[in-house]
């Protein structure tokens, strides 16, 4: 069971990128998926996380009205869309599926992140 992250890189502030998620090994499609993030010196902290049908959808304040959640059951991949980014943005980004349907629970499967760096 494996989570692979992808899609990090190098952004000018203002900028975009789209983070990828890929699950191989089972599906997760009854699970809950988040995308967590890491900034050096500081704690890991949830970006934004998505029930197992879709219908539920919860994001960090930081991340409303710029980061997008999304998950293709189809392609077992589940994505973030960052728009506008800003310097602060600048962490190592981890996707995670939960252990149940939906995000209130524990997180049992994490990737490996990818990191994202916003220039000002």
């Known amino acids: 069971v494996q989570l692979q992250a992808s899609g990090g890189g190098l952004v000018q502030a203002g900028g975009s990128l789209r983070l990828s998620c890929a699950a191989s090994g089972r599906r997760f499609s009854n699970n809950a998926m988040g995308w967590f993030r890491q900034a050096p010196g500081k704690e890991r902290g949830l970006v934004a996380a998505?029930?197992?049908?879709?219908?539920?959808?919860s994001y960090a304040d930081f991340a409303k009205g710029r980061f997008t959640l999304s998950r293709d059951y189809a392609k077992t991949t589940m994505y973030l869309q960052m728009n506008s980014l800003k310097p602060e943005d600048t962490a190592v980004y981890f996707c995670?599926?939960?252990?149940?349907?939906?995000?209130?629970?524990?997180?049992?499967?994490w990737g490996q992140g990818t990191l994202v760096t916003v220039s000002s």
């Open positions: 998505i029930s197992w049908s879709g219908g539920s959808i």
């Open positions: 995670a599926a939960a252990r149940g349907p939906y995000y209130s629970g524990s997180w049992d499967y």
